[in-house]
């Protein structure tokens, strides 16, 4: 049975590339950490994006706390895959 946290959260295969996001958007978890990694506040997050509410904003960041390291660890394979693509294209280059 899902949480009270995961019932506004959802990952789609054909949005986002199956990122997790916010019910509803196309704003993904991802986006919301990273943010909130570079130093902005909830309220900060939300006076940039406008249309996303501060409760929103919040369940992100309570999900994302509950399973850091699961995310992180996934993140972090994420981000391999895509250097490692990015390097593939520069090595093919003429």
Known sequence: MPTVLE???????????????????????????????????AEQIVAQYPQRTLGEIYTVLAWYYAHQGAFDDELAAETAAEEEARQAIEQAKP
């Open 7 to 41: 019932t506004n959260l959802v990952r789609t295969p054909d949005v986002c590339g199956g990122r997790l996001r916010i019910d509803g958007t196309r704003m993904t978890v991802n986006q919301i950490v990273s943010m909130h990694k570079q130093g902005l506040s």
